[in-house]
């Protein structure tokens, strides 16, 4: 609800199919570095409570007291260029080509900060 009574110009709309690709997307790469953070955590690394300054992915440490980074050492690849959840530029693309249009508007707009979260 708006503090200024202008409830016209907020009208919800279910993700749009590229959308909900980023959000699956993005659900998979987090189920993943889960998983192998447990499995870093079974073998003696610690959780530590700082974040990488590169991905933001919460930093392990292992016994010879050094950082590591699950995300950035083993998922992050040259590949991530042309994938959804990690570039807003491959999002754009592969949804102007399952929508065929050049401009998606209103949309579009919204979408940008969303895939901008994403990469940082």
Known sequence: ???????????????????MKVIQARRERQDKISKLMGDYLLKGYKML???????GT???QDRQQKNYCVSCQELDSDIDKDNP???AQAALSQRHRQSGSKSTGKREGELMPMLQQLQA
């Open 1 to 19: 609800m708006a503090l200024n009574g202008d409830d016209e110009d907020f009208e919800w709309e279910p993700p749009t199919e590229a959308e």
């Open 49 to 55: 409570g700082e974040c990488c300054d590169v991905c």
């Open 58 to 60: 919460i930093l392990l």
């Open 85 to 87: 959840a990690l570039n």
